[in-house]
């Protein structure tokens, strides 16, 4: 058999494809928001207690509760600190104040009830968290889920 001369086949090349180039992007760092920061300082202030600087810790705390009253996490662990210590008055008072911007924060009410229950009123304590029971849903920890 005779072989077959290859011919190459005249081929028309397509346009090319033109991609447009984004234009330049120019990031700008945001400023952190007041719970941003917040949760920074809170940060801070959990590595000094995990390092024993308990003492420096509590002043921070108390330092961050009256810059950012809204942040409960600060306010949660200062009153349990104070609950630890005996120390009801303290506690009492960041409760109160915790419980006046947020009326149904369920660990809140629930550290206040645990603090009722510390000085000799259990009737309140039980009162208080039938009273104001979250649903489930929201908060598996109250009912020991």
Not at 8 to 15: E, G, H, S
Not at 90 to 103: D, F, I, K, R, T
Request: proline share 8%.
């Amino acid at each position: 058999m005779a072989r077959k001369s290859f011919k190459p086949m005249a081929v028309t090349p397509k346009p090319a494809t033109v991609i447009p180039v984004p234009a330049v992007v120019t990031k700008q760092p945001q400023p952190l928001t007041s719970t941003q920061k917040a949760a920074q300082a809170y940060q801070v202030v959990m590595n000094e207690y995990q390092a024993g600087q308990t003492q420096q810790a509590i002043q921070d705390l108390q330092v961050l509760v009256q810059q950012f009253p809204q942040y409960s996490d600060a306010r949660i662990a200062l009153v349990k600190y104070q609950l630890q210590n005996q120390r009801y008055s303290q506690a009492s008072v960041l409760l109160e104040q915790g419980l006046q911007q947020n009326p149904t924060d369920p660990t809140l009410l629930t550290l206040k009830a645990q603090m009722l229950d510390l000085q000799g009123n259990p009737k309140q304590a039980l009162q208080l968290l039938q009273q104001q029971s979250p649903t489930i849903k929201n908060n598996t920890d109250y009912y020991g889920s």
